[in-house]
């Protein structure tokens, strides 16, 4: 009877340690971090979508006191608001975050942030965690904007008739870096990044031939910030 009594004890407390608790909607909102929104109505004749993966897909909000919630999630990176659905029947729902939730979409995991990129007021952005170490920290801040299709790439018409042309959905996403307290957003060019003094001129070249540096690949930037922090004891 005892060691039944120690078996029972033994599993509520694994339960409790776990912090996976079965929260409502309702009880997330009035947490105080979540807010909750209609969804956002968009002109259907602008192509493509604001979201950063049109799909919902498994995710989860973590708050700070460790509760989870386990939902359908996606991101309006328009917006900077993630879209909620309890399941594949329910009624998707905008949530603001505050900078204590953590958001995780399958493996990866994002956060609202503040940060300054050389303007008079700081950024409030949702950010992709990429790499973050001591002196580094690596992120991907995804941004969609609306733009006119550019002249010289649309067709002539065969006819007389002349279709106007259809706004779209442009990627606007960025990587940046923040170190010693200060946002680098990163460029393109080698060249640009070379302005930003970042890194140290000749290592960055050193490093650039030697690793076939790619500025617009996560992986090739985490190799870069890694290679980087380890220079400073």
Same mark, same amino acid.
């Given at each position: 009877?005892?060691?039944?009594?120690?078996?029972? %004890? $033994?599993?509520?407390?694994? $339960?409790? !340690?776990?912090?996976?608790?079965?929260?409502?909607?309702?009880?997330?909102?009035?947490?105080?971090?979540?807010?909750?929104?209609?969804?956002?109505?968009?002109?259907?004749?602008?192509?493509?979508?604001?979201?950063?993966?049109?799909?919902?897909?498994?995710?989860?909000?973590? %708050?700070?006191?460790?509760?989870?919630?386990?939902?359908?999630?996606?991101?309006?990176?328009?917006?900077?608001?993630?879209?909620?659905?309890?399941?594949?029947?329910?009624?998707?729902?905008?949530?603001?975050?505050?900078?204590?939730?953590?958001?995780?979409?399958?493996?990866?995991?994002?956060? $609202?942030?503040?940060?300054?990129?050389?303007?008079?007021?700081?950024?409030?952005?949702?950010?992709?965690?990429? !790499?973050?170490?001591?002196?580094?920290?690596?992120?991907?801040?995804?941004?969609?904007?609306?733009?006119?299709?550019?002249?010289?790439?649309?067709?002539?018409?065969?006819?007389?008739?002349?279709?106007?042309?259809?706004?779209?959905?442009?990627?606007?996403?960025?990587?940046?870096?923040?170190?010693?307290?200060?946002?680098?957003?990163?460029?393109?060019?080698?060249?640009?990044?070379?302005?930003?003094?970042?890194?140290?001129?000749?290592?960055?070249?050193?490093?650039?031939?030697?690793?076939?540096?790619?500025?617009?690949?996560?992986?090739?930037?985490?190799?870069?910030?890694?290679?980087?922090?380890? $220079?400073?004891?």
């Amino acid at each position: 009877m005892k060691k039944i009594i120690f078996l029972i %004890f $033994l599993s509520f407390n694994s $339960l409790g !340690l776990s912090q996976n608790y079965d929260i409502s909607l309702d009880q997330i909102t009035r947490s105080g971090n979540v807010l909750i929104k209609d969804l956002m109505k968009y002109d259907s004749k602008t192509k493509g979508n604001p979201y950063l993966d049109e799909d919902f897909k498994n995710g989860k909000l973590i %708050f700070k006191n460790g509760k989870k919630y386990d939902a359908l999630l996606r991101l309006n990176v328009s917006e900077q608001k993630f879209e909620i659905k309890k399941n594949i029947q329910s009624k998707a729902s905008a949530i603001d975050i505050d900078e204590s939730v953590t958001v995780k979409i399958n493996d990866a995991t994002y956060k $609202l942030h503040s940060f300054n990129l050389g303007t008079k007021s700081n950024l409030i952005g949702i950010l992709k965690e990429c !790499l973050v170490l001591d002196k580094y920290a690596l992120y991907f801040f995804p941004q969609k904007k609306i733009e006119m299709p550019k002249e010289s790439g649309i067709a002539s018409p065969s006819t007389g008739y002349s279709k106007a042309p259809q706004p779209e959905w442009k990627d606007n996403s960025s990587f940046i870096i923040f170190h010693n307290g200060k946002t680098y957003q990163l460029p393109k060019s080698h060249k640009k990044m070379m302005e930003l003094r970042l890194f140290d001129e000749k290592l960055y070249k050193k490093y650039r031939k030697a690793n076939k540096l790619n500025l617009k690949n996560e992986e090739s930037l985490k190799g870069l910030v890694s290679y980087f922090n380890s $220079l400073h004891p």
